[in-house]
Each structure stands twice: as C-alpha cells, then as structure tokens.
C-alpha cells in the first residue's frame, strides 16, 4: 500500500512563495508520472500539475504555468512543487497523486493514490 505524504503548506502573503514536498512510502513510485491538485473551499478538486516517471516530461494547468515549477526525485521517492507569484485565488488544500496505471495524472479520475492535502492560504 501506497501513503504520500504533503508538507510544507502554510500562510503567505500575495506574491509570495512556498515549496511544497510529497514522501511516498510503501513503494517505490519511480517508475510512474505524479502530480499535484488542489481543492479550495465548495469547488471541485483541479489538477494543478503532473510530470513524467523520469521527471523530464511537466505539464501545468494554464492557471498556474509560469509560476508554479513541478519536480521529483525518484531516489528519495519525492515529489516537489515550487510555487511562486502566490495570488489569493491559489488558497486550497493541495494533494499529492500517483497514477500506477500508466496515465498522466492529468484528471482526478487517472489517479491511483492521494495525499492527505496540506493548507495553503494566500493573503492580499
């Protein structure tokens, strides 16, 4: 069984940065594409970003490219997001999310296993 596990979330002004990590344990996920989602208060979780097994291969959603940064490290069995620019509209709890089936975590139904979520919340 696979448990992922977020941190790094918390309160930041706009414009401002955090970085948020994923520790997988269980398994080893090198071999499968990962990504990230959010959910903020009565809305639907979004798919935020997700990258290759190898990690050469990101895609982002159009609402944060350009500012967010995804990246892994399939010797610690980590997932990382880099999140810069903060606004006030990037307020959620974000996920962690694994697909073992082979396909890009690109919607919340590819996805195999999830995180806990960690809190982040943008000020103005």
């Known amino acids: 069984q696979v448990q992922l596990g977020e941190s790094g979330g918390g309160l930041v002004q706009a414009e401002g940065s955090l970085r948020l990590s994923c520790l997988a344990s269980?398994?080893?996920?090198?071999?499968?594409?990962m990504g990230w989602f959010r959910q903020a208060p009565g809305k639907e979780r979004e798919f935020v970003a997700a990258?290759?097994?190898?990690?050469?291969?990101?895609i982002y959603s159009d609402s944060v490219k350009g500012r967010f940064t995804i990246s892994r490290d399939n010797a610690k069995n980590s997932l990382y997001l880099q999140m810069n620019s903060l606004r006030p509209d990037d307020t959620a709890v974000y996920y962690c999310?694994?697909?073992?089936?082979?396909?890009?975590?690109?919607?919340?139904?590819?996805?195999?296993?999830w995180g806990q979520g960690t809190q982040v919340t943008v000020s103005s």
């Open positions: 269980g398994r080893t996920l090198s071999g499968y594409p």
């Open positions: 999310a694994v697909s073992t089936t082979g396909r890009f975590p690109a919607a919340a139904s590819r996805v195999t296993y």
């Open positions: 990258i290759s097994a190898s990690g050469n291969l990101p």
